[in-house]
């Protein structure tokens, strides 16, 4: 009888999904062609192609060079590369200019389950999602850095910490700027609420994009200047040139 009530169910839930997929079809972020039934956010095609760096398991690698000689990181990658004429560019876009926290969750769900068992992972004790300041949170409603840290808190079981560390200015616009000037422009826009809550733990520092790196930067040499604590970088993007 369980059994039956269950089918009943999931046949249903299937008949609606069927009825919704009709009524709302859904499309892909990045092509644009329409999603099939067991499709979220990307089609099978975009997500094959999507511009992996595979760079989980090469220590010393690209992303990790940019800390180097600036501040102590154990371990750091992005899961993907993109450029501004990519069509991938959009789900950054989608993320945080048209108000979709949802493929932030899925993305850090699929990275999660393609990174697990690489090094990425490896002693992890928090996750700490990049703040964003009062006024952009505001604004956009959601943090989309945290939402990429919730899909992959779902998938690997790490907690997320979005109270020990605050952003006390927003970002200002780091065009133009030599690498020296983007470093001081983000100087001094965090502060940690809470300096014991890190102690001694191994923190994974997420965020959607990387680009100079100036931002996380700034963000770990916060942490290590009042606690003792390691830290690890995972972004989903990586600009390209
Ligand atoms: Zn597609």
Request: one cysteine or more.
């Amino acid at each position: 009888m369980k059994k039956m009530l269950s089918q009943t169910i999931s046949e249903a839930r299937s008949f609606v999904a069927d009825v919704l997929d009709f009524v709302f079809p859904r499309h892909c972020t990045v092509c644009g062609e329409r999603l099939q039934k067991d499709e979220q956010f990307l089609c099978a095609d975009c997500l094959l192609h999507l511009p992996r760096t595979g760079l989980a398991s090469a220590e010393g690698n690209e992303i990790e060079q940019l800390f180097w000689g600036r501040v102590d990181i154990r371990r750091a990658m992005s899961f993907f590369r993109y450029h501004s004429a990519s069509n991938y560019h959009r789900i950054l876009m989608d993320l945080k200019f048209h108000g979709k926290p949802e493929i932030g969750i899925f993305m850090g769900r699929l990275m999660a389950r393609e990174l697990a068992g690489t090094k990425i992972f490896d002693g992890v004790d928090v996750i700490v999602p990049v703040p964003l300041a009062k006024s952009r949170l505001k604004k956009r409603g959601y943090n989309q850095s945290e939402m990429i840290a919730r899909g992959i808190s779902e998938i690997t079981g790490l907690q997320i910490d979005t109270r020990s560390v605050v952003r006390t200015k927003a970002n200002v616009s780091q065009i133009g700027k030599g690498r020296q000037q983007r470093q001081e422009n983000v100087e001094g826009i965090f502060s940690l609420a809470d300096s014991d809550a890190l102690k001694g733990k191994h923190v994974l520092v997420v965020d959607d994009v990387l680009t100079t790196g100036a931002t996380t930067i700034s963000l770990i040499s916060e942490i290590q200047k009042v606690c003792d604590a390691k830290c690890s970088v995972l972004t989903m993007a990586v600009a390209s040139n």
